[in-house]
């Protein structure tokens, strides 16, 4: 029995030195474990920190030796896409007054339509565009530091109370217009975009505009004269209680956005940047320039207007062929005359044609263009005209712009681009997509 107990005995400390074995393997298993998770861990939070935190500092453009950040492109980005985003649920709600099945609204229809695709179109260009809307800030930020323009915060708190206020149906206050009359347009051969330098911000799905004012601005062909106009009910003042819940409104808007008020601020004084920096331009735009008088007689197909091209050079008039087979409407009345134009009054196609025409009466061969198909006569050509008063005045509405396409090419002017789809905000990416749409 002695014997049975030692073997007992020797055999449970075996198995006491197996167990300790064993739960070392198990303990070091344990922390190659806990290693291997810290390091997950680790590299997860270093990828968010790189892809959230510390990438807002990279630099996606550098403009004459400013370097701009991805921090102010998000923002710029996110503050662009939203802006349309509310114009496209503005042109939605003006939709729904209408009746589908109307066919007498159908071409008002039409023009909403047009307008909404052109909504989504500038959408899907959001994330090239604002890198391209910060490199143009920066260059009037640098002109107007040279110029000594500056915004104060008082301006660009009375900017933002303004916007508040005419979003609510405040009449803004006239701005003292630029030296010059009012310009009134007079072509609408080739309507392009182009950015409104003076307009403040908006962020507001809040519609601008009144449905009779948007049809009177779309399909009305006349002026009604009114002698007396009805005048309107008088507004209430804002009061300071009421101003503050329209500005709490406003940064809870641009929380939406995932911006911040401040970058908000930033946006709202580039545009007072821009409107300042655009009305010094304009007391140097040049008023004379080289144009051209023209005719021309537009027809639907290229048949046609071979046609007319050899009944023109067999000698007949072109104001009577034009009067009598023009498609343009006023033909009827003006004989298929243009008037006097500047280079780029025209879509690219018909501008290429005219220009190249040297010698007074000639014509051109028939033109493509969106419009149909055109013959194009040279009335007469001038190096210097004098510009009349509405040019003038639509050249120094356009002077920043004009600025900005001379100063991005010009010698001393250096722009580089860093730009990476990993800089696009993840939600401005998600717009991208059709579904989205």
Same mark, same amino acid.
């Given at each position: 029995m002695a014997k049975k107990k030692r073997s007992d005995s020797i055999e449970t400390r075996k198995q006491s030195r197996m167990r300790e074995r064993e739960q070392e393997q198990q303990r070091l298993i344990f922390i190659a474990l806990g290693i291997v998770a810290a390091l997950i861990v680790i590299i997860l939070a270093f990828g968010y920190w790189r892809t959230t935190i510390a990438i807002l500092d990279d630099t996606i453009a550098i403009v004459n030796n400013v370097p701009l950040k991805v921090r102010d492109y998000q923002a710029r980005a996110r503050y662009d896409s939203q802006v349309i985003l509310s =114009?496209?649920?503005?042109i939605q709600e003006q939709v729904q007054q209408f009746d589908e099945n109307d066919p007498s609204m159908q071409q008002i229809l039409q023009f909403y339509q047009q307008q909404f695709a052109q $909504?989504?179109? #500038?959408?899907?260009?959001? %994330?090239?565009q604002a890198l391209e809307n910060l490199i143009d800030d920066e260059l009037v930020r640098q002109e107007a530091a040279k110029r000594g323009i500056k915004i104060t915060p008082e301006e660009i708190d009375r900017e933002i109370e303004l916007g508040i206020k005419e979003n609510l149906g405040y009449p803004r206050p006239t701005r003292t217009p630029t030296e010059g009359p009012s310009p009134t347009p007079t072509h609408t051969h080739t309507p392009t975009l182009t950015p409104t330098n003076t307009a403040t911000p908006s962020v507001s799905p809040t519609a601008?505009?009144? /449905?009779?004012? +948007?049809?009177?601005?779309t399909a009305q062909a006349t002026a009604t004269m009114v002698n007396t106009p009805t005048p309107l009910p008088t507004q209430t003042p804002l009061g300071p209680e009421a101003y503050a819940t329209e500005v709490g409104k406003l940064k809870e808007n641009i929380g939406k956005g995932r911006y911040s008020? &401040?970058?908000? @601020?930033? !946006?709202? $004084?580039? *545009?007072?940047? @821009?409107? @300042?920096? *655009?009305?010094?331009?304009? *007391?140097?735009?040049?008023? +004379?320039? $080289?144009?051209?008088? /023209? @005719?021309h007689i537009l027809v639907k197909t290229f048949e046609e207007a071979q046609k007319i091209e050899e009944r023109l050079k067999a000698g007949e008039d072109f104001e009577k062929l034009a009067q009598e087979l023009s498609t343009d409407p006023s033909a009827k009345t003006n004989k298929g005359d243009l008037g006097w134009a500047t280079r780029g009054n025209y879509v690219t196609e018909f501008e290429d044609a005219a220009w190249a025409l040297t010698n007074p009466l000639q014509i051109s061969a028939p033109v493509t263009t969106t419009f149909g198909i055109h013959i194009i006569q040279l009335v007469e050509k001038d190096? *210097?005209?004098? /510009? &009349?008063?509405e040019q003038v005045a639509g050249k120094k509405l356009r002077a920043l712009d004009d600025w /900005?396409?001379? !100063?991005?090419?010009?010698?001393?002017?250096? !722009?580089? =681009?860093?730009?990476?789809? &990993?800089?696009? %905000?993840? $939600? !401005?990416? =998600?717009? #991208? +997509?059709p579904s989205a749409q």
């Open positions: =114009r496209m649920a503005q $909504e989504q179109t #500038q959408l899907l260009q959001v %994330p090239g601008t505009a009144t /449905l009779s004012a +948007t049809l009177t601005a008020f &401040d970058d908000y @601020r930033k !946006i709202v $004084e580039i *545009n007072l940047l @821009r409107a @300042r920096l *655009n009305d010094a331009l304009a *007391n140097d735009v040049d008023t +004379t320039a $080289e144009q051209i008088h /023209l @005719r190096a *210097n005209r004098a /510009l &009349d008063a /900005l396409k001379q !100063i991005r090419v010009a010698a001393t002017t250096t !722009i580089q =681009r860093f730009f990476s789809t &990993d800089y696009v %905000p993840s $939600e !401005i990416k =998600r717009l #991208q +997509t």
